[in-house]
């Protein structure tokens, strides 16, 4: 598809909530190779801050050259477009009502495309079918590169370079039951229907092999650590852990596995961390 595409995202540690102490969960964002299965830097948000700003403060972090970056509607903002620009990637956002002129401007626009009296506009359409787990999905993505429009509104000065829009629509049956979905992107990569919606869906791999691995393999959420300093450095160990455990190929073992047999065999322990040198 060409450009690895970094996932951001964020995740509380719900285990050093205290409410009876007056202390939140603490909250970090993560960047995530989606196609590696690597986390590349999670940073913590500070206490009277958003994760806004720590998108802001981690993206210089990354090697952005040649990478897509997906982030969900929070990173939504011009600065964060601007800064993944300028550091040599490209940006595929989702948006929703946080941006109500330019979600409302998408709403209309995908709502009357190709409808009778409007403009023929070039679009790029691609569609995937997955079946499993006794559901079938359908996800169908429009792009469109003709941008006159949103800049007739005043909307597209606001976001560097953007390129092209999508309206992603999603249908799962499971059983009798049909639940459909529609969202609305804008990147900065050319109309190309197929390469965005695949930038969509390797973003919420930082949801399934990375928050939910967390939680289920090392018991994240389950960790009663509430002193600040030493419940972002256990988290830290742990990604590392992960990082650690799915760059060996040495076993053909399942995380949980890995994890369990690097407890038991201190031969297996010191090869995952020999990696660490390679």
Request: with cysteine.
């Amino acid at each position: 598809m060409g450009g690895l595409v970094i996932a951001i995202d964020g995740k509380s540690l719900r285990g050093a909530a205290c409410p009876a102490c007056g202390l939140r969960a603490l909250h970090q964002v993560s960047a995530y190779a989606a196609e590696y299965g690597l986390t590349l830097g999670p940073l913590a948000c500070q206490e009277k801050s958003n994760e806004i700003t720590a998108i802001g403060e981690l993206l210089p972090t990354l090697a952005l050259e040649g990478a897509v970056v997906t982030i969900d509607a929070i990173g939504c903002q011009s600065a964060i477009a601007e800064q993944i620009v300028g550091g040599g990637g490209d940006y595929v956002l989702a948006v929703k009502d946080n941006q109500p002129h330019l979600a409302h401007a998408l709403r209309d626009f995908f709502g009357t495309l190709d409808a009778p009296g409007d403009p023929v506009r070039q679009t790029c359409v691609h569609e995937t079918l997955d079946k499993g787990h006794g559901r079938i999905e359908t996800r169908r993505c429009t792009a469109v590169g003709d941008l006159d429009w949103l800049a007739t509104l005043g909307l597209k000065e606001h976001w560097k370079k953007i390129t092209s829009v999508a309206g992603i629509d999603s249908s799962r049956v499971i059983g009798s039951k049909t639940e459909t979905d529609r969202r609305y992107v804008i990147s900065s990569l050319p109309a190309d229907s197929e390469r965005i919606l695949h930038a969509v869906r390797m973003h919420w791999g930082i949801e399934n092999g990375l928050h939910w691995c967390l939680d289920v393999t090392f018991g994240e959420d389950a960790c009663p650590i509430r002193l600040r300093n030493a419940a972002l450095d256990f988290s830290l160990l742990r990604r590392a852990a992960m990082n650690l455990f799915r760059a060996d190929h040495s076993r053909a073992m399942s995380l949980p596995k890995k994890r369990k047999a690097a407890a038991w065999n201190p031969d297996y322990l010191a090869n995952i961390l020999h990696l660490r040198e390679i």
